[in-house]
């Protein structure tokens, strides 16, 4: 990380082409510029190689207000660093541009939730979170995060975590300018019909605003969506701040960008206001 603190981006060249020029053309390409957009509390997005789930990120986040503060919630595929690990200051850097940490937020945060702690290993190549940010950067220039990596499958403990996210924000007054982001794909390396079947269920509780009923599905039908734990946190945070309704913006798997239905990776968008 270095003393200056910058997040250096991770899978740029990977999962998304490291020119800006060419990033903001890919993600051109992927968004809806008819799109009505409005406030919400919060959003769930893929993060897979854009070539597959971009065009469910897009077409989501085409219909959101994007917020001045942002709190990420991702899960940790590196298994590095601590189980809810927040980075409180410092900034991210992607192709198209650095952005600042909210320390403003992050540090209450870090304050108040017992459960996090500030961890930098757990984001240093972690991709859930670093391939949101140029969809956000697209349509908004300025705005701030906290990022929050989550390794944990502890129900209560993750309520906790929502739990003291919705009253720091609460306190601080700032309801109107924070949006929660949960980083997820869905059912991974299954038959297209397996996939949409075990992902109706989870999104059916996502929709629901039901964190206690996802996770009694992610467990009863097997369901390998990689980032329930950071979704429970953002549904639990979201409701006590007044959310009433999500609504799917979009769903795909990919196979219906290659073609192939033997094997697939759901991905969902969807909106809660």
Not at 90 to 116: S, V
Request: aromatic content about 8%; some cysteine.
């Amino acid at each position: 990380m270095g003393k200056s603190n910058l997040r250096k981006a991770a899978v740029a060249g990977q999962f998304y082409p490291s020119s800006g020029v060419e990033l903001k053309k890919q993600i051109e390409s992927f968004i809806d510029k008819k799109a009505a957009k409005s406030d919400v509390y919060g959003c769930v997005l893929p993060h897979a190689g854009y070539i597959y789930s971009g065009p469910v990120a897009g077409y989501t986040v085409s219909q959101i207000n994007i917020k001045d503060r942002i709190i990420l919630l991702g899960p940790n595929h590196t298994g590095y660093g601590t189980p809810f690990s927040i980075m409180t200051k410092g900034e991210w850097q992607t192709p198209l541009g650095e952005i600042a940490i909210d320390e403003e937020l992050a540090k209450p945060l870090l304050a108040a939730c017992e459960n996090l702690q500030d961890d930098e290993l757990a984001h240093l190549y972690e991709h859930s979170l670093e391939v949101e940010l140029p969809f956000l950067q697209y349509f908004k220039k300025d705005f701030k995060i906290v990022p929050i990596a989550v390794a944990s499958n502890n129900l209560v403990e993750l309520k906790k975590v929502g739990e003291g996210i919705a009253s720091v924000i609460s306190k601080l007054n700032i309801k109107d300018s924070v949006m929660l982001v949960a980083s997820s794909d869905m059912t991974h390396y299954e038959s297209q019909i397996e996939a949409e079947k075990k992902d109706k269920q989870a999104i059916e509780a996502i929709l629901n605003l039901d964190e206690d009923g996802l996770m009694q599905r992610i467990r009863r039908f097997n369901i390998t969506m990689c980032g329930y734990a950071p979704v429970v946190v953002m549904l639990s945070a979201v409701k006590l701040l007044g959310a009433k309704k999500g609504i799917l913006a979009k769903y795909q798997t990919s196979g219906d960008i290659t073609g192939d239905s033997s094997s697939v990776v759901g991905y969902a968008g969807i909106v809660i206001s």
